[in-house]
């Protein structure tokens, strides 16, 4: 019985090694979703429920680089005193935007922390997402 035991408690730790081996030792602590400007591009062009959150700061968001359609700005340093203006939208999925996605992790650290849990982070932020529209355009 006990051999039986020690035989189960070495699989399952054979079987957590394999999980961290094959998605990094960080991913159970992964605070959200990662998408590149492509792919949030196809979810706007399919107008799926999402809420764009912009976390740069104002003279950012109205400097060069844009912004979304749709997006909300909530600058990072404010965003913990404005939780309440995305408490209606718990349940949908959040996509956060910043310059190139730095601040956007930070944010959903800080989200995660108060219970936010459908979070994704635009990989790259407003400068890979100018550069596809550059692309595009050419």
């Known amino acids: 019985m006990a ?3 020690l035989t189960r408690v070495a699989l399952l730790g054979t079987g957590i090694l394999v999980v961290l081996a094959v998605a990094g030792p ?5 605070e959200a ?3 590149s400007v ?3 591009s196809a979810k706007l062009e399919a107008d799926e429920d999402l809420v764009l959150v912009d976390v740069r ?3 950012e968001y109205a400097g060069a680089l844009g912004t979304l359609p749709g997006v909300k700005l909530i600058p990072l340093d404010e965003l913990e005193e404005r939780l309440d203006e ?3 939208h718990r349940g949908r999925e959040i996509v956060l935007v910043c310059r190139t996605q730095n601040r956007s992790r930070a944010a959903a650290a800080l989200l ?3 219970g936010f849990r ?3 982070v635009m990989d790259g932020g407003m400068k890979a997402w100018r550069a596809m529209e550059e692309q595009e355009q050419e």
């Open 57 to 59: 700061t104002e003279p």
């Open 3 to 5: 051999r039986s035991r």
């Open 86 to 88: 995305l408490e209606p």
């Open 26 to 30: 960080w991913a159970m602590f992964r």
């Open 118 to 120: 459908n979070l994704a």
């Open 33 to 35: 979703r990662h998408y």
């Open 38 to 40: 492509e792919e949030v």
């Open 112 to 114: 995660r922390r108060h």
